[in-house]
């Protein structure tokens, strides 16, 4: 028998989420899975992209007492959206938070934690379009 050398692939967490627009009727929702080093950037993007929105409004996300978002001059009291990752929260199974969106209209979407995996777990043709 030969040592061959396997590469040894990195397990990236993932999350299966859903987005549930509030105060609306019928109910509108999204489900997406998110890799755990996502960052809320990217979950912004992915809500703007799913919903069809042309993200042309400022927003925010309200989760432990804490606003995430793009940072704006003078305001130091918001955390980056670019810099913190889904990951740095460790969500459990059912845990929410809120993705506000558009100001004016002032859209709340609940962001809700329903499912762990790995990637390694997931067929490659699912895993790859998880990636971004």
Known sequence: MTNI???QTQMVAGYQVRARILDVH???WRRFLLRADNTFADLH???QIALDWRDDFL???VLRGKTISVPRMHNESTHSATDLTLGDFNFKVG???LYENNF???WQIEIRKYSYF?????SPDIANKVKY
């Open 5 to 7: 050398d396997i590469p």
């Open 26 to 28: 019928p109910i509108i």
């Open 45 to 47: 993007y992915a809500l």
């Open 59 to 61: 927003h925010r996300f």
């Open 95 to 97: 845990q929410r938070f």
């Open 104 to 106: 004016y209209v002032f």
């Open 118 to 122: 790995c990637l390694e777990e997931l």
